[in-house]
C-alpha cells in the first residue's frame, strides 16, 4: 500500500469517526457543542470520507494529483473555517493542525508519484 493509499485510508477512516462521535472535534477546539456545531462536525466527516476514499480509489497520477488536490483545499478551508468555531485559545493549534494535514497530503503524493 502506498504513503498516499495510507493516508487516504486514515483521512476515511477519521471522516466515519466523526460522523459517529462528532465530540471528537468539538472538544479538542473547545467549540460549542451544540446541535449546528455536531451537524457541521458530522458534515466535515462526511466530506473526508469521502475524499479519503477517492485518495485510496484513485488510479492514475492525474487522478491522485486531483485527490490531493481537492483534500489540500478541504483542509485549507479548515484552517480558516474551524479556527473561527474554536475557543480563541485554541485557534492558533486548529490553524497549525489543518495546515499540517494539507502538507501530509502532500508529502504523501509525493512519495507515491
Do not use: H
Not at 21 to 49: E, F, N, S, W
Amino acid at each position: 500500500m502506498t504513503p498516499l493509499k495510507i493516508y487516504g485510508a486514515a483521512t476515511a477512516a477519521y471522516g466515519a469517526m466523526l460522523i459517529a462521535q462528532p465530540k471528537r472535534l468539538l472538544d479538542p477546539m473547545q467549540a460549542a457543542d451544540t446541535d449546528r456545531m455536531r451537524d457541521v462536525a458530522k458534515a466535515i466527516g462526511a466530506r473526508d470520507l469521502i475524499s479519503g476514499a477517492w485518495l485510496v480509489l484513485a488510479d492514475g497520477r492525474r487522478e491522485r494529483r486531483q485527490a490531493v488536490a481537492a483534500r489540500v483545499l478541504c483542509d485549507a478551508g479548515d484552517v480558516f473555517a474551524l479556527a473561527n468555531v474554536a475557543a480563541p485559545e485554541k485557534r492558533g493549534l486548529v490553524r497549525g493542525v489543518a495546515a499540517a494535514w494539507a502538507g501530509v497530503a502532500l508529502l504523501a503524493l509525493r512519495a507515491t508519484d
